[in-house]
């Protein structure tokens, strides 16, 4: 009779001790702790509990990803609408943007992205607690809000669910789980679609709703991305404004397409300490390095129009930040604090390599008119071997300075009597 | 009376599973991954290599008492060359189109080092029958992971076996993918026989923990 005074949280405790120690403990514990604190202590020694553990870091994330998901349910209407009927006259946000038709679309195409991203990566999870026997790790919070804002809008869901389970699986619990793996797994399962799927990740008919199905048909529609077409010399042909840019009113995958709430969301992260700013900073003075030395190649001359690469060489360096995905991998990828460098001149380089490379891989392979995920990718595999040169080259500077050190004994005033320290 | 005695037996069932020459030895690896985008080369290499190390591990085997052992990794490059070239030119006569698509992979089996290996630290110091046992028995555990992994990468990423269209057709839409379903084009790039290769590792691991190495 008591049972029914129970409270749910009362019932998740009790449930808890019957399923210890069984084969699906961990799943349970999994649900248990999503909803409440656990009710245990630990009983021995002393210990500090840190506010900020895995669950509140991958939070924060999710936290600066929210208003960029809002704003790409949005965008996907009104990129449908806008090549539907023409882009709006005397475009105003709240009239044209912010209505209830374009987040429609929002909520058909973009809600399931993410349903089947947090569904299919989380039952791997669960299915690898289970049989590993450990605790199921929080890992997948934020690549599952990831995934679906850097894939094209018109991704088939069974696609992105193949995709997931090879990422999940291949990019994280081959090396042992959240915490241990190489590559991004967020990446890793872009990565893959590209390469399996290629007319799905690419041409001009992925970035807009209904794009692909249309595609043959006289109802035909398309949205090429600004690098698409930059990439076919065809700068002439699109007609968006800076503003238009960098408030992200353009095709691109989900969520790339607005620098102006990346740009806070990686303030909020640097200034709530879950991101590297010094990652971020390099990364964006790579790009502009390499921006800055294709602009110096034009206007030196080295290269006429005709040429297949003018197009986005002659690009103006500064844009390169807020076209494409390269803000987007810039502050949510390359900042990921456990594929990327753990030591700081480290991340200066890391992220300096990941700018530059990603802005050549642009201009110089057409075949992928967006090559963020494959620098952050390669930077990825790079970086402990980045950490390692940090962490000797400090050692053996500090090794130069002890050697070198001259000890003055205290009972003496002349500086004759210094012994030149011997190397241990 | 059996065929095979015991230890016979093992010559050739050990390599197919616990003492694979790709998935546990990790030998062999480069054409494992070149070559298996397609099932009939799979199954063409297989035979190629089937070929040249049972009769190379005969001909060693028979020769083992005379070969200067200063000498003997040329006088075994010799017997595997002359063998690499048979098949090479038999396969140019009769499957033309074939040897295209293996390319220099067949002169290749020359450099496997599943067969070098075999020849040092077997047909060197065994007798012919058990040399050959041996090199059948290795050249089908080489062979039984190609067509595994011919297998999954021709079928996921061609959508045909053998050639055969067995999913459907992609360009008239029908069969499964009337349904939307599409090929996937990594399964035809080399870095995909790498994981599908670590796959096949992985499961034969788990299945048997006893091929787990301590560290």
Redesign the interface.
Known sequence: MSDKRLTFKKRLHILKHHYRGKKLAPAFNAFHTFLFSPDETTHSGGHIRGADDLKRTMNTVIMALIPILLFSMFNAGYQHYAALNGFPENFSVLNDFLTWDNFWIGIIKVLPLVVVSYGVGLLVEFIFAVIKGHEVEEGYLVTGMLVPLIVPIDTPLWMLAVAVVFGVVIGKEVFGGTGMNILNPALTIRAFLFFAYPTWMSGDKVWVYQGMERAGTPDAISGETILGYLAQNNASEFSYTVSDMFFGFIPGSVGETSAFLILLGGLFLVFSKIASWRIMVSAVAGALAMGLIFNGVVDAGWITETSKFYGLMSFDFWKHLIVGGLAFGIVYMATDPVTGSQTNKGKWIYGFLIGFISVMIRVFNPAYPEGVFLAILLMNVFAPTIDHYVVRGNISRRMKRFKDAVIIPKDTDTKEASIKVETI | MALLSKKDTNLILDPLADNNPITIQVLGICSALAITAELKASIVMALSVLFVLGLGNVVISLMRNIIPSKIRIIVQLVVVAALVIIVDQVLKAFAYELSKTLAVFVGLIITNCIIMGRFEAFALGNGVWRSFLDGIGNAAGYGIILIIVGFFRELLGSGTLLGFPVLGNPIEKTGLYSI???N????L?SPMAL?VV?LLI?VQRSRNKALIEEN
């Open positions: 939307g379903y599409e996937n084009g990594f399964m790039l994981i670590g992985w």
